[in-house]
């Protein structure tokens, strides 16, 4: 089992940047593929971006492709998410994910273990 701590929300300007953390601990990370999603007010939670097991492969929704980058460092356990030109419809609350399954996973189903979740606003 592995607990996700996410922190670096916070208000920022559009167009501006950020990034969010994600720590994990119990089980290294390296076991786990990761994911982050983001829910806004009023909307269902969607798929934001996932990494794989060891970092090599990535994956985006189309809504945020181009401007978010996913990494992870498996020797520090933390996954983060940097977010640039950051647009007033990425407010919301950002989750991160952990999988054991394999590959590139774009639906919440398939993550077991979930961060309570940190809050991003956008001021325009």
């Known amino acids: 089992q592995v607990q996700l701590v996410e922190s670096g929300g916070g208000l920022v300007q559009a167009g501006g940047s950020l990034r969010l953390s994600c720590a994990a601990s119990?089980?290294?990370?390296?076991?786990?593929?990761m994911g982050w999603f983001r829910q806004a007010p009023g909307k269902e939670r969607e798929f934001v971006a996932t990494?794989?097991?060891?970092?090599?492969?990535?994956l985006y929704a189309d809504s945020v492709k181009g401007r978010f980058t996913i990494s992870r460092d498996n020797a520090k356990n933390t996954v983060y998410l940097q977010m640039n030109s950051v647009k007033p419809d990425d407010a919301a609350v950002y989750y991160c994910?952990?999988?054991?399954?394999?590959?590139?996973?774009?639906?919440?189903?398939?993550?077991?273990?979930w961060g309570q979740g940190t809050q991003v606003r956008v001021s325009s």
């Open positions: 994910a952990a999988t054991t399954a394999i590959g590139t996973l774009t639906h919440e189903v398939g993550y077991a273990y």
């Open positions: 119990g089980r290294t990370s390296s076991n786990y593929g």
């Open positions: 990494i794989t097991r060891l970092g090599r492969y990535t």
